[in-house]
T-cell receptor, first 111, second 113 residues
Framework: GENVEQHPSTLSVQEGDSAVIKCTYS??????FPWYKQELGKRPQLIID?????GEKKDQRIAVTLNKTAKHFSLHITETQPEDSAVYFCAASSSSYKLIFGSGTRLLVRP | DVKVTQSSRYLVKRTGEKVFLECVQD?????MFWYRQDPGLGLRLIYFSYDVKMKEKGDIPEGYSVSREKKERFSLILESASTNQTSMYLCASRTPPENTEAFFGQGTRLTVV
């Protein structure tokens, strides 16, 4: 069945540095790739998404890239701040309505 | 404002009990999902429903069933609760086409003793 793998499981960076989280998916029919941020004790919330007809999307300090051939997509956070500390989830979705998530990355931004 | 509401924030049940987790959304969304969240395992899909009375198994349906009699409500049922079902349960909803944001409930932390 569909599978989404996410790496790394934990990531610690210095404030101001960049952070990169990578995901791979197995279903070639996947066409929508959202990223969610979950702060401690809160529900996951969408921070950025990308569709299969686009290779890159940027929103201020956050960017996502998609390589359909390799079935890879990545989240890039530049100029990290302590409030970026959270768990980040990638996900993939196709026309089957399923929304499959990765295992999550715990990002810690050290002041 | 978008709202997905789960009936309980915390729940403690005994082994063997039948447990109902309720989720209600007020956005007229067709698709609804139940996930469980465990440390290191991410969000694993239990069941989803793409329309009223329609349901499909996710990746870990064993020990669970669901009910969707009305569009706004999606219930997760643990037929006979076991300790390995102790977890955080998250409900989500979204509207077709499939390339849209899913909105999550606040989660129910279920402990089975």
């Amino acid at each position: 069945g569909e599978n989404v793998e996410q790496h790394p499981s934990t990531l610690s960076v210095q404030e101001g540095d960049s952070a990169v989280i990578k995901c791979t998916y197995s279903d070639s029919a996947s066409n929508y790739f959202p990223w969610y941020k979950q702060e401690l004790g809160k529900r996951p919330q969408l921070i950025i998404d990308i569709r299969s007809n686009v290779g890159e999307k940027k929103d201020q300090r956050i960017a996502v890239t998609l390589n359909k051939t390799a079935k890879h997509f990545s989240l890039h956070i530049t100029e990290t701040q302590p409030e970026d500390s959270a768990v980040y989830f990638c996900a993939a979705s196709s026309s089957s309505y399923k929304l499959i998530f990765g295992s999550g990355t715990r990002l810690l931004v050290r002041p | 404002d978008v709202k997905v509401t789960q009936s309980s924030r915390y729940l403690v049940k005994r082994t063997g009990e039948k447990v109902f987790l309720e989720c209600v959304q007020d956005m007229d969304h067709e698709n609804m999902f139940w996930y469980r969240q465990d440390p290191g395992l991410g969000l694993r899909l239990i069941y989803f429903s793409y329309d009223v009375k329609m349901k499909e198994k996710g990746d870990i349906p064993e020990g669970y069933s669901v009910s969707r009699e009305k569009k706004e409500r999606f219930s997760l049922i643990l037929e006979s609760a076991s300790t390995n079902q102790t977890s955080m349960y998250l409900c989500a909803s979204r509207t077709p086409p499939e390339n849209t944001e899913a909105f999550f409930g606040q989660g129910t932390r279920l402990t089975v003793v």
